[in-house]
């Protein structure tokens, strides 16, 4: 990767928007001992999966969806954020984590593309945990990314932002719980940023 989206990937996953944490670690360092009595200790993969399928369930009412085809070659999850739905939960997304709170909304605004990537890699590590968390989980999928975002005419356009393969035997060997979701980025397989996205993150980055 370029040096210069590097440093803006650490600028705004790191330093900038999701203020250097991942939402399952967070989740994990809060849970209290009466949280986690009686059930697999914090940090174990079975807390992590947990965590995962709770904020799984609860950011699908924030902007972000999935789908899977599965019968596909390789079988194939789309994830997207729509953008209209996100800015008007900031307050929820402060409470999880998923944005720092020192982080104004017009910084937002004016970030927008920027902040969607970043909201999209802070996702990617959720969906991974729970698809191949899952009992009937495949071996192997592809993994693509899409911002959806008002086009000036009234209507929403959509576009791939990012996409990378994982797999099964990846997953399991990497400890979740301790896991930068910027890390994604060199650990899955065949990670591409679009042109387009890296334009718009360039151009933001001049404001």
């Not at 705004?12 to 009595?37: D, F, H, N, W």
């Not at 009937?136 to 592809?142: L, R, S, V, Y």
């Not at 896991?179 to 650990?187: D, G, M, N, W």
């Amino acid at each position: 990767m370029e040096p210069f989206y590097r440093r803006r990937l650490i600028r705004y996953v790191c330093g900038g928007t999701l203020l250097a944490i991942a939402p399952l670690r967070r989740g994990l360092q809060a849970a209290g001992p009466s949280e986690t009595k009686g059930k697999a200790k914090a940090g174990t993969s079975a807390e992590v999966l947990a965590r995962s399928r709770a904020l799984f369930e609860e950011l699908s009412h924030y902007g972000f969806s999935t789908s899977q085809d599965r019968k596909a070659n390789p079988p194939r999850c789309d994830v997207r954020l729509t953008q209209e739905v996100y800015l008007g939960h900031l307050s929820e997304l402060r409470e999880l984590g998923m944005i720092n709170a020192r982080i104004s909304p017009m910084y937002i605004l004016l970030h927008l593309y920027s902040v969607g990537f970043s909201l999209l890699i802070d996702y990617m590590p959720i969906v991974i945990n729970v698809i191949f968390g899952s009992q009937d989980a495949p071996e192997k999928m592809h993994f693509s990314g899409y911002l959806r975002y008002p086009s000036g005419n009234g209507t929403e356009k959509e576009q791939i932002a990012v996409s990378f393969d994982f797999s099964k035997a990846l997953a399991r060997k990497i400890n979740w719980a301790n896991f930068p979701p910027y890390q994604l980025i060199h650990t899955a397989p065949n990670f591409v940023i679009e042109p387009w996205l890296k334009e718009k993150m360039a151009e933001e980055g001049k404001t």
